[in-house]
């Protein structure tokens, strides 16, 4: 890996491991282009790909000739308004309204490490921004400044790589060195433009993952042709409905080959992210903060951050390309001690209970669940002011004695002696309409003067970009933490922004509003996890609206959907570990019927689904079948005994229940391929079949597996019934080689009935 640029050609040359991007610099003008991004290959004289010396490439020639030319050369960082019609990654505005800017490369700097990522909150406070660090492996950084001579601009594009990566990360900051002001109109991170040649005729295809609540991610593929596929949010948030993630690959790339482009972006607020094919079939994707609801007013001095852009390539599929993802958060991104160990086993009372809950109630949960080898207790919503149900107290965080009488410190304590760790959820960034808090403060919700704002869930956002906003919402949350024994957090956010109005700013700056929202909520996280180093922080917005790689900078762990029906948690989860680890995916064992699909299920069907997240239970324990209740020690000794490889290890996608009809399959194996855990979920009844044979993936093929049924060996055992034992038996083949097993395959037995499950543990021997 490194960063090489070539004096005699103009070359740089940005190579991971597998991977090279090799940008150039135009002759005569000094534009910056894309030339190659892919394979691995030698740092060859690479400017013939420029083009430049054949129509419709050749830039200076004439002027008709020119005008084709940047319209379809591969800019690094193309501008509007000065010929390039397609869409732009800067469209600044100057004083007197013309939008038209051409940035030229001016100089540039190689260095060893990777310098963080800073944006200025309103107050001047310098707040750090979620962008990869250097870790354990090496990092090199390429900065190259591109020049708007006519505004007076800067443009500042990093390009940074890992010695143990082959992911690129990509940011970019615009200085305004003029005397007058320019407005932002749109600021992308990363822009990448592709040659249609890298692909057969029929043209790749995009992956996308999308949804709403209770659906959200689901993997979504279809063909790039001609025009503009784009996904994005301008909720204030990363959203249900879309994540900041495209991937553009072959037509017939699939998990184990194919060639892949994959972008993501570090930022948990508005986006856009997308991929559009030009009249010359040259491919444009692109990354970077959402211009709705986003103008910034740059003044003479000022400076703007845009946000980190991941790229990825990988000539071997989308399981490569989820290892690289995954390799990159967990090694260069998630800052939590909690990243390698083991997160408590934990029980939420939301499905439990709701809103009706009481410390007695709580703490009959909390000792029927210590007697399983639950380890902690999460008090969910409800807990403060008087809420009883959705319709107030947001940001009255006192604690209702009626409900915890002693309040939290009398519950703690009380967990405390039993043994149980104690979690808490917040929602800190709303208020609702029936609070004191609202009352005394009515102009500290995000309005538009004039306007009564848009209720969601009833209730408001705070604007949390005024400081003494954001800190009267931290003294709140940090005054309960330091009240009582409190471990874990569940930061909720349970609605988008709209109205987007702030007392503080003037007509000017208002634009600048849904960036700095987002730079506040990582403001409040850095400042809690500084203040609270052993805290554990989970991220939630109703579900998982906010989960991205921007959050992950604060919490390990995401709660990724409130959708707890295991057959639905299949979809959701396999499009969440196309790009997050698992061990970031909080996945819980809820009641049946589910609360929201009304689906009956198998308790250990539930169990083996949530045991490929960070696992709990989210239900009354205390009411459950007594043989649920008996069976969670052993789903609790499972989640113990193979956590460390569902955490740690490379995730293989082996069937989807859409593409495979029947089942669904997943595998967790250990970096050195010692163990694996295979996860078989039989959705549907099979009539007149025999068993299935599945290829396993990622063991090593010349050692040799035990094969285990996990709850086989146990006597009694309510994961492995005696029927799937027997089942097993009969086909269970004994010790196979790693080839065995990924060519020729193992057998899976065909069960009765719908929904049942297998986990198999693969163990070298
Ligand atoms: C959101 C969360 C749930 C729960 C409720 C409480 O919907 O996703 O898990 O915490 O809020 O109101």
Redesign the pocket.
């Known amino acids: 890996m490194g960063i090489y640029y070539d004096e005699e050609s103009s070359l740089f040359f940005i190579e991971t491991k597998s991977t090279t991007m090799c940008l150039a610099i135009t002759d005569k003008e000094g534009f910056l282009n894309n030339v190659y991004y892919g394979t691995k290959i030698q740092r060859d004289n690479l400017r013939y790909l420029l083009r430049t010396g054949v129509s419709p490439f050749v830039p200076s020639v004439n002027e008709r000739d020119r005008g084709s030319y940047l319209d379809c050369a591969r800019f690094e960082f193309p501008s509007a308004g000065a010929g390039d019609y397609r869409p732009s990654a800067v469209t600044v505005t100057d004083a007197s309204g013309h939008d038209a800017s051409q940035f030229l490369y001016e100089s540039h700097r190689i260095y060893k490490g990777k310098e963080n990522l800073y944006a200025q909150q309103v107050d001047g406070k310098n707040v750090r921004m979620p962008a990869t660090f250097e870790g354990g492996g090496k990092a090199e950084t390429l900065e190259i400044t591109l020049s708007e001579d006519v505004l007076g601009l800067k443009a500042l594009l990093s390009y940074s790589v890992f010695e143990d990566s082959d992911a690129i990360l990509k940011n970019v900051r615009l200085i305004n060195e003029s005397d007058s002001s320019v407005i932002i109109e749109k600021l992308l991170s990363s822009n990448l433009d592709l040659d249609k040649g890298v692909w057969d005729e029929d043209g790749p295809d995009v992956v996308t993952l999308s949804g709403t609540w209770a659906r959200e991610r689901h993997i979504d593929r279809r063909n790039l042709s001609r025009g503009s596929v784009e996904v994005y949010s301008a909720r204030g948030e990363t959203s249900h409905q879309f994540q900041p993630f495209m991937v553009v690959c072959d037509k017939d790339a699939n998990d184990s080959c194919g060639k892949v482009y994959a972008q993501t972006l570090i930022w948990s607020g508005n986006f856009i992210c997308g991929s559009s094919v030009d009249q010359f079939d040259n491919i444009r994707s692109y990354i970077g903060i959402n211009p709705e609801h986003f103008k910034w007013d740059l003044k003479p001095g000022e400076s703007f951050q845009a946000p980190e852009a991941v790229l990825v390539y990988t000539a071997q599929g989308f399981d490569d390309m989820s290892h690289i993802f995954h390799d990159l958060f967990r090694d260069h991104l998630i800052r939590s001690s909690y990243l390698h160990k083991e997160r408590p086993v934990l029980i939420n009372n939301?499905e439990a209970t709701y809103f009706d809950f009481d410390t007695d109630k709580l703490i009959s949960i909390a000792s029927e669940a210590k007697k399983c080898g639950i380890e902690m207790l999460v008090m969910?919503?409800g807990w403060f002011g008087k809420r009883n149900d959705?319709n107030s107290s947001l940001g009255d965080w006192t604690v209702n004695e009626e409900k915890l009488p002693g309040g939290i410190r009398a519950l703690s304590d009380k967990l405390d002696e039993m043994g149980m760790k104690f979690g808490i959820?917040f929602e800190p960034e709303m208020v609702s309409p029936d609070s004191d808090l609202y009352r005394a403060h009515p102009d500290w919700a995000i309005a538009v003067p004039g306007r009564k704002p848009c209720k969601m869930r009833n209730q408001y956002v705070l604007d949390i970009t005024r400081s003494e906003v954001r800190d009267y919402v931290y003294k709140c949350v940090s005054d309960i933490l330091k009240s009582a024994k409190i471990s874990y957090v569940?930061w909720?956010m349970?609605r988008q922004l709209s109205d987007l109005g702030s007392t503080q700013f003037d007509a000017e700056s208002m634009g600048r509003l849904s960036y700095l929202y987002t730079i506040a909520v990582y403001d409040l996280q850095g400042r809690l996890l500084e203040d609270f180093p052993d805290l554990l922080l989970e991220n939630?917005s109703?579900?998982g609206a906010r989960y991205d790689a921007g959050m992950l900078f604060y919490s390990p762990q995401i709660?990724c959907s409130?959708d707890t029906d295991a057959y639905e948690r299949l979809k959701i989860q396999a499009g969440t570990e196309m790009l997050y680890p698992l061990s970031t995916m909080g996945a819980h064992v809820s009641a049946s019927p589910n609360h929201i699909t009304g689906r009956a299920m198998p308790f250990d069907v539930r169990g083996a689904v949530a045991l490929s997240g960070t696992f709990g239970y989210e239900l009354d324990i205390t009411r459950i079948p007594s043989e649920e209740r008996d069976a969670i020690s052993e789903q609790v000794e499972i989640c113990h005994k193979y956590g460390e490889t569902v955490r740690e290890g490379d995730y293989y996608r082996i069937a989807s229940e859409e593409a495979a009809q029947y089942y669904d399959a997943w595998m967790s194996v250990h970096k050195d391929k010692s163990k694996a855990v295979f996860t078989y979920i039989q959705c549907r009844a099979y009539p007149n079949g025999k068993g299935r044979c599945i290829r396993l993936k990622g063991l090593d093929p010349d050692a040799d597996y035990k094969i285990l049924l996990i709850g086989s060996d146990r006597e009694g055992s309510f994961f492995c019934s005696e029927a799937k034992k027997k089942a097993w038996e009969a086909l269970a083949p004994g010790i196979l080689s790693g080839s065995t097993l990924m060519n020729a395959g193992l057998i899976v037995p065909l069960l009765p009935g719908d929904y049942a499950q297998m986990m198999f543990e693969i163990a070298r021997i």
């Open positions: 939301w969910d919503d959705d959820w569940k909720d349970n939630c109703g579900g709660w409130d």
